[in-house]
């Protein structure tokens, strides 16, 4: 029987959400939240021993001593196996999760699966550490998908700790780290390019045997000169509208965004404004939006004589980032950029969360 450690957050062990994320490493004998589902789908395959959990925040503000008591953990119950996750869309989680796999496959050489969305942004660490011991397998955007990621974990946990060989990923269903290894084949490569090349010519499919992943290339303008006669913009991904969300921003996955009025406003009054975001605890960012939209900073600036007077543009843009998909994300700035170009402003103040 294949025995696992599973390792989850604070919210998926069941101890709550963002207001236990800072909660530290701890470790559960046998299941627990998440890992139920798990040892489920795991049948008499395989028994899970150990469930350990820890905070969001806590992973990525005391990242060695989490990991230090992550790996004693593991070490402690020496699993055939570990599963991470699943993270779905969570970039926080996801990053964890690929960091936590890291860090087991390569100081105790155990094997890890996770599974996330393949817009989470910890894909691009996966793929950066091209660890063989590591292996992440997709899953659908939210945890309404827990079900199907718990049941692909644990098939392929299981052939992970029998040992058997895991093939490329596009035979396999896990996600390709752009690992290449060498392999003979009963055709030369003239003979497979011409192949490519005509089916190519022809608009039919085909699959290159070298994929090249294409990113787009954004120079950064040139830096602004004289600030006191240009205009000004505030752009900010926090999530911070007028009180009531009138426009129904959800706390994740946002597909619009808006610009709100701050032509009189001096500053943001807490009670007037908060937060629509759920990548972070909003309190903080309620009870003082101008963490979010510095607008007591830039009037500050305003008055010292370093920014014109009527040069900061009379409205904010806004949207929600938390887990934002990049193709939108691109979309959403596209509008924006538009919209400023029209409206003839020179520069932007982005604050990111």
Known sequence: ???????????????????????PVGVLEGVSGAARGLEAQLGERGKIVATVYY???????HTQEAEAA??????????????????????????????IGRSIADKLQIPCVT??????????????YQNLKLF??????????????????????CRLASGEKI???????????????????????????????????HNEPFVTEVPMEIWDQAPPA????????????????????????PDGFKTYRNTHWKKY??????????????????????????????????????????????IGRGKLYPAYYVVPGNQGSPSVMKRIGQEIAADMKASGIDGVLLVAT
């Open 1 to 23: 029987m294949v025995t696992i450690v599973h390792i989850i957050n604070q919210f998926f062990a069941g101890l709550g959400g963002e207001e236990k994320a800072d909660v």
């Open 55 to 61: 905070g969001d925040n806590y992973f990525h503000e």
């Open 70 to 99: 992550i790996l004693a953990a593991v070490r402690s119950h020496r699993p055939d196996v570990v599963v991470a996750g699943p993270a779905f869309n969570s970039g926080r989680y996801g990053l964890g999760c690929v960091e």
């Open 115 to 128: 599974a996330m969305h393949t817009d989470n942004p910890a894909v691009a660490n996966y793929r950066d």
């Open 136 to 157: 992440l397998l997709p899953s659908a955007e939210t945890a309404a998908g827990m079900t199907q990621a718990l049941a692909s974990l644990a098939r392929f946990a």
């Open 167 to 201: 093939g490329p990923a596009a035979e396999e269903g896990y996600i390709s780290r752009g690992i290449r290894r060498l392999e003979k084949t009963d055709r030369p490569g003239v003979e497979r390019a011409i192949e490519m090349l005509l089916k190519k010519v």
């Open 222 to 245: 040139s830096a602004l000169k004289h600030l006191v006669d240009k205009t000004l913009a505030i752009v900010t991904t926090s999530g911070v509208v007028p009180w009531g969300n």
């Open 261 to 306: 009025n701050i032509a009189e406003v001096k500053s943001l009054e807490p009670g007037q404004w908060e937060a629509i975001h759920g990548g972070y605890n909003v309190t903080y960012m309620n009870q003082n939006p101008h963490y979010g939209v510095p607008l007591d900073a830039v009037r500050a600036l305003e008055a010292e004589g370093i």
